[in-house]
């Protein structure tokens, strides 16, 4: 399965363990993974990019993700990405307003550092959910 992830983090320290923790399991499954520092960055990779997926942490410090999952809802791309927000625990409020906002999935940044291959099978699962939206929606 060829998959394109994005992710969004700012945290460089962070984002270099994403890399090497998924790395190898994710090459295994044929996942790509490319790392953007900024949310404004994003928003052009979006457009010019073919990101299947895009693990987007809430924390940035140049934009606000609820905004950015609201943008991307109203995106015109043809096949908008699955997007996977990041956060801390903390976050629980926050939880919610991404899943009104377009999210498909929330989780604990640091759950790829713990268990990485629970993160897989969690993205994994978000990807399966839009397709089978998707063809709901083609099929009605």
């Known amino acids: 399965m060829q998959m394109n992830i994005l992710h969004v983090e700012d945290d460089r320290h962070f984002a270099k363990l994403f890399r090497v923790f998924l790395g190898e399991q994710a ?27 895009i693990v987007l942490d809430l924390a940035l410090p140049d ?3 609820i905004e950015t999952l609201e943008w991307l809802s109203r995106t015109s791309l043809a096949l908008p990405p699955v ?14 307003r991404c899943f009104e906002s ?3 999935d929330f989780m604990d940044k640091y759950l790829v550092t713990t268990d990485p291959s629970q993160f897989l099978e969690r993205l994994l699962h978000a990807v399966a959910r839009r397709k089978h939206i998707i063809k709901a929606q083609l099929a009605a």
């Open 27 to 53: 090459a295994r499954l044929g996942m790509e993974i490319g790392i953007i520092h900024t949310e404004t960055r994003s928003a052009a990779a979006i457009h010019s990019n073919t990101a299947d997926v």
């Open 63 to 65: 934009s606000n993700a």
């Open 83 to 96: 997007v996977i927000a990041t956060g801390l625990a903390d976050f629980s409020r926050e939880r919610w």
């Open 102 to 104: 377009g999210a498909e």
